[in-house]
């Protein structure tokens, strides 16, 4: 009895989320009158500007990420091994951008780099573009950080900082050969994440201006019929890919095992 | 000059002073062990000569050269921790070559040191292995090889021993001192066993609150503890007060009978020290016999130890299990021998 009804609940659940992607899927090849088709992913990859605005925001998401490593790590390192009673301040900051709506940081910025502030960031392509890729970094802050934390924790950060200082390293050399690799798969989830999230932002690529996938995504939703759940499946399939990489690299990482 | 010196160290955390002018010299190649109680500050003169702590005030120098301003990257001074602190990211043999890796040695220099190193701790087909597929001996092993293949001055160990079990803390600790030995390296040892001490060390430091209450070979600290904590902290000691007779020779009754000490010793009453290994079940020649209650029997394997009470003081002493002859008993009257020059007046 017990157990019917726990079927009955994981059906239903399953239902509830795989119905409306069969739904979208289904949708998405019925481009053509009365037959299944990839027509609508022919036109959506046909389209140059969804190459563009693909290219612009999977570019645009590596260098989140990697600005977003290369801040966070050594922060979080340094938090941990250095100031650990501002930990918390750290974790408050870093859980802000949830807290605050994407459009009230773009007009913050849109207000203070204007092309009459001290630093017109907007005047030019390379400062809007800098200006967004800090934006994306912002939103992603929340994950990122609290990935690499607890990745941290795993790890006895000061006795190994004193180890390999004892072995003659630098902090250079500890951050990239000792911590780095022994919180990889941390840093990978966050990166995910930030992937995921960079690929579908609208607000700030769009009240900045610039051409990224997000707003093409809603312009398409706003002009045509079926590209839009083409579009979707694709955006659906790249963020399954990434939990799926996520997974294998965590399985395949050689070291990060209990110890015994 | 002394290959280390250290003098004056102090070191405040905050309003609590937790080390108080030590002074300490060692020379090139030899085995130091710090000896203290949980919380005596052993740690932190360690982490001062390692660098990872900056001293309050005081010196350190390492062959004649001030050291406290050197971060610890820049010491050259090789540290074992209790926790063995092995990159788990790294084999082995990632782990020895570390050291000589950020020094920018060559591979191939870098193949032959880890190997030698390997040999050294007697596991030389375990390179390829990650850390957690190591015992905790083995880890601390690898610990031991990482920290001695760049040739540092000086090895620094903490604790090393503590988080393994009995078996293998005697052999490691035999198999330390004898690499220590071969490579001849100066070594510091933080314990606070004091038999690993006792049996490892050329001298000893015991420590207490943040001072160096005594610094010696094992057998001075043993026989000849310079204060009551040393003398109560380092093996078993019985205490026995007396009365004084004559301060000049050191005349005393002790329950009930006279001994001299042939040396001088304050007037009024003296605490003697006297280790159970020094009383004799039956006078054998001992110059000075007491008599006593025993009033507690321990069997402890080959050796018995027994409680005696001396009209109101109380001994332990060990007498051998020797087959064929029945231990005393509860309550029996014996008579014990101990020798006047075994008797260390201990001062406050
Ligand atoms: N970073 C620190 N901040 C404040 N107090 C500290 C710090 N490190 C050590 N202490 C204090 O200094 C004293 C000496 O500590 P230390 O670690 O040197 O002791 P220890 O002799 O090594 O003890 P154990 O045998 O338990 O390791 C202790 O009372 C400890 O609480
Ligand atoms: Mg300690």
Redesign the interface.
């Known amino acids: 009895m017990r157990k019917a009804a726990s079927w009955a609940i994981l059906l239903l659940g399953m239902a509830y989320f795989i119905l409306p992607l069969i739904g979208m899927v289904e949708f998405s090849l019925s481009m053509k009158r009365g037959e299944y088709s990839f027509e609508a992913y022919r036109v959506v990859l046909a389209d140059p500007r969804f190459r563009e605005t693909f290219m612009y925001s999977v570019v645009m998401a590596l260098l989140t990420i990697a600005f977003g490593v290369f801040l966070v790590v050594p922060t979080a390192f340094w938090v941990r091994l250095k100031m650990p009673w501002i930990r918390p301040y750290i974790e408050f900051v870093t859980l802000l951008p949830l807290v605050i709506p994407a459009i009230v940081i773009v007009f913050g910025y849109i207000r203070l780099y204007n092309t009459s502030s001290w630093l017109p960031l907007t005047g030019s392509l390379t400062g809007t573009n800098a200006l967004l890729l800090f934006g994306y970094m912002t939103l992603s802050l929340p994950y990122m950080y609290r990935a690499i934390d607890t990745g941290l924790r795993t790890?006895?950060v000061a006795?190994?900082t004193?180890?390999?200082?004892?072995?003659?390293?630098?902090w250079v050399?500890i951050l990239a050969?000792?911590i780095l690799?022994?919180v990889l798969v941390a840093v990978l989830s966050g990166a995910f994440v930030t992937f995921a999230i960079v690929m579908g932002e609208f607000t700030l690529a769009a009240l900045l201006n610039r051409p990224a996938f997000g707003p093409y995504l809603q312009l398409m939703g706003a002009n045509r019929a079926y590209e839009p759940f083409a579009l979707s499946t694709i955006a659906f399939v790249i963020t399954w890919a990434c939990m799926g990489l996520l997974n294998l690299v965590t399985r395949f990482s050689?070291?990060?095992?209990?110890?015994? | 000059m002394s290959f280390l010196n250290i003098s004056h160290l102090e070191k405040s955390f905050g309003p609590t002073r937790v080390v108080k002018d030590f002074n300490l010299s060692v020379e090139k190649g030899e085995f130091i062990s710090l000896l203290g109680p949980s919380g005596c500050g052993k740690t932190t003169v360690l982490r001062m000569v390692a660098g990872f702590e900056e001293p309050s005030s005081g010196a350190i120098l390492i062959s004649g050269k001030d050291v406290v301003k050197l971060r610890p990257n820049q010491r050259n001074i090789g540290m074992v921790f209790q926790s063995y602190a092995l990159f788990p990211n790294l084999t082995v043999a990632q782990n020895v070559g570390f050291g000589l890796k950020v020094k920018g040695a060559g591979s191939a220099e870098i193949r032959t040191r880890v190997g030698e190193m390997l040999e050294l701790i007697g596991l030389p087909d375990l390179g390829g292995r990650y850390p957690f597929q190591l015992s905790g001996g083995q880890q601390q092993r690898v610990a031991l090889a990482r920290a001695l293949a760049p040739k540092p001055h000086m090895l620094l160990l903490d604790e090393p021993l503590s988080a393994l079990d009995a078996k293998v803390r005697v052999s490691l600790r035999n198999e330390i001192r004898s690499i220590q030995k071969e490579l001849g390296i100066t070594t510091i040892f933080v314990t606070h066993d004091q038999e690993e001490a006792l049996s490892m060390s050329d001298r000893i430091v015991v420590m207490h609150a943040g001072i160096a209450e005594q610094v010696g070979t094992p057998s001075d600290i043993y026989s000849r503890p310079a204060t009551r904590f040393v003398a109560g902290f380092v093996g078993t000691l019985n205490t026995i007060e007396a009365e004084v007779l004559d301060s000049a020779i050191g005349r005393l009754r002790l329950a009930g009978v006279e001994t001299i000490l042939n040396r001088p010793v304050p007037d009024g009453t003296v605490t003697l020290g006297l280790r159970p290994e020094a009383v004799s079940l039956g006078q054998n020649g001992h110059d000075t016999a007491v008599t006593g209650t025993i009033t507690e029997v321990d069997f402890l394997g080959s050796v018995i130890r027994l409680r005696a009470d001396l009209g109101g003081q109380t001994i332990a002493f060990d007498t051998f299990n020797t087959p064929g002859t029945a231990p005393p008993t509860l309550g029996e009257k014996v008579v014990l021998g101990l020798r006047s020059a075994d008797l260390l007046v201990i001062e406050d």
Do not use: M
């Not at chain 1, 050689?254 to 015994?260: E, L, N, V």
């Open positions: 790890i006895d006795t190994l004193e180890a390999a200082q004892s072995l003659g390293a630098g050399t050969k000792v690799p022994n050689k070291f990060d095992k209990a110890p015994r």
